[in-house]
């Protein structure tokens, strides 16, 4: 999709579908009185993420003139114009609309405002039907979306982000026989090359030279050796940071939960379990483009679960890099077993702060739902910074609490720690675990098991990978 920012009168924009913010109680400033009548005649409210369409508009040149409802003024802001943008890009594409431009002004043409727009119509514009044949699927597409009276540094911004989230969620959506860790190694390295980013990616050897030993358990019910991928970003010399962001991204390739393992029933999803690690790849994507003065390193362990007859058991005892032993209670708590080490070796490779993203527990889905990923702190002020960021990126996101309590539920008699904690506060207690491995360093986490996948197309997105993190991570790193 072609992204442009124009000025002039939108009576002069040539294009299949142009659209106009429609707000409940106030019609927009636009020359057509066919929008009046649709206010009138109650056709049109302007709730948010209505649509009403007048198909050649008097005196446009534009084929149609779009409402999009916006709802109320005062709860108006940028994260809801990503979802309207998104929401007129998946309705007008099926109608055939090619062109299609917002009309953006007064308080809403800023930066944040035309990146979110353009964001959103990109996001939008994201299917998950890669793999389907039909040679029909790509007739209706759009070539051009273009922002009226926006700010062509936001458009820039918000194209690199809602093409990194779709990068995101390509790769978060491949399926599982296709994308091993060692493909989603070269996935990094292809886009490292592209992004001018440095990447290493050790190998299995290397992780028992280093003495991996809890990423390495999981790893081995699998015939599908693991990967530990770095990818690093250096802002241009002159930049004197002495932060280093690493952003860790759990990468399970597939989750059959080893010989603890998964009920059959909706295990394809399982697939998802490295949408952090997805999202850590896809923000590097952004972070190259958009120059953070910031070095920002992205880990991403890559190991595939399964219950091979070498697969670890119940009852097993791990030495993490850490030196810490871990005795392995249950292998579906792999999630954490892995980032354990890659937390560790941040640390060693000199990152200051650490934010990690996982599909890490069922326990957070039950929790929060789809509507918020859970966020969980050793350093409050650092939670702050994530979660003020998250909420001007319109990713929603709450904080769980870490009181020490929780922590016992870890304890073991037989190794320094246990991988699980039972039933009660499930999401929790594996945080506790995570916080086991991260040394003085301010370490945020967050449990994107519920909002790393669609279950049910929203109208701004389709259903499946959503790409979230991608714009928190990229703007901590740009907001630093
Ligand atoms: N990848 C899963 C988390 C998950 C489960 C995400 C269901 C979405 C839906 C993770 O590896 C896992 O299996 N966690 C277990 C931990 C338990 C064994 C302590 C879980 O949450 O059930
Ligand atoms: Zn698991
Ligand atoms: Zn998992």
Redesign the pocket.
């Known amino acids: 999709m072609n992204i442009r920012v124009i000025d002039g009168p939108l009576q002069d924009v040539d294009v299949d579908a142009l659209v106009v913010l429609g707000f409940e109680e106030q019609r927009p400033a636009v020359r057509e009185d066919r929008i009046g009548d649709l206010y009138s005649s109650g056709e049109f409210s302007g709730k948010a993420l209505e649509f009403a369409i007048i198909h050649r508009p008097n005196g446009y040149i534009a084929r149609r003139l779009v409402l999009g409802g916006a709802g109320k003024p005062d709860k108006f802001n940028s994260d809801e114009l990503r979802k309207l943008m998104g929401a007129a890009v998946r309705a007008l594409k099926p109608k055939g609309a090619r062109t299609i431009a917002i009309a953006l002004d007064g308080d809403y043409c800023g930066i944040d405002f035309t990146s979110a727009a353009v964001e959103g119509a990109i996001i939008g514009d994201f299917e998950p039907d890669r793999y389907k044949t039909d040679p029909k699927k790509n007739e209706k597409q759009v070539d051009e979306f273009i922002v009226v009276g926006g700010s062509e540094f936001g458009a820039n911004r918000g194209r690199i982000l809602g093409e990194s989230q779709n990068y995101t969620r390509t790769v978060a959506n491949e399926p599982p026989n296709l994308l091993t860790p060692l493909v989603l190694a070269d996935r990094a390295r292809a886009l490292a090359l592209e992004q001018g980013l440095d990447c290493e990616v050790l190998d299995q050897d290397r992780m028992r030279q280093l003495g991996m030993g809890a990423l390495l358990g999981v790893a081995q019910g699998s015939a599908e050796p693991p990967a530990l991928i770095i990818l690093r970003y250096k802002p241009a010399d002159g930049s004197v940071s002495r932060d280093h962001l690493g952003l860790v991204g759990k990468g ?1 390739t597939f ?1 059959t ?1 080893g010989i ?1 393992i ?1 009920p059959a029933d909706g295990m394809e ?2 697939k ?2 490295m949408c952090g690690g997805a999202a850590a790849l896809g923000a590097m994507r952004a972070i190259a483009q958009l120059k953070p003065a910031i070095p920002v390193t992205a880990l991403i362990p890559a190991v595939e ?1 399964m219950p091979g007859s070498r697969a670890q058991r119940p009852g097993d005892i791990v030495t993490a890099l850490s030196g810490k032993t871990i005795e392995v209670l ?1 292998t ?4 954490r077993l892995i980032l354990a080490d890659a937390l560790t070796y941040a640390q060693r490779i000199g990152c200051t702060h650490l934010v990690d993203a996982a ?5 957070i ?1 039950i929790a929060l739902g789809g509507v918020n990923s859970g966020v969980f702190t050793n350093n409050a002020p650092f939670q702050d910074k994530v979660l003020s960021t998250a909420k001007a990126e319109g990713e929603k996101m709450w904080a769980m609490p870490m009181d020490e309590e929780y922590k016992e539920a870890l304890k073991n008699p037989y190794a320094d720690i246990q991988n ?2 039972g039933r009660p506060a ?1 999401s929790i207690t ?1 945080a506790w675990f995570l916080k086991e491995f991260t040394g003085d360093l301010p370490w945020v986490h967050l449990d994107i ?2 909002t790393a996948w669609l279950d049910d197309a929203k109208p701004w997105m389709a259903k499946g990978p959503t790409g979230v993190c991608v714009r928190t991570f990229t703007q901590l790193a740009l907001g630093w």
């Open positions: 399970v989750d939960g603890s998964k999803k399982m998802f379990d679960n249950n579906d708590a792999e999630g599909t890490l527990t069922g326990s889905v699980i904690g499930g594996a098991a519920g």
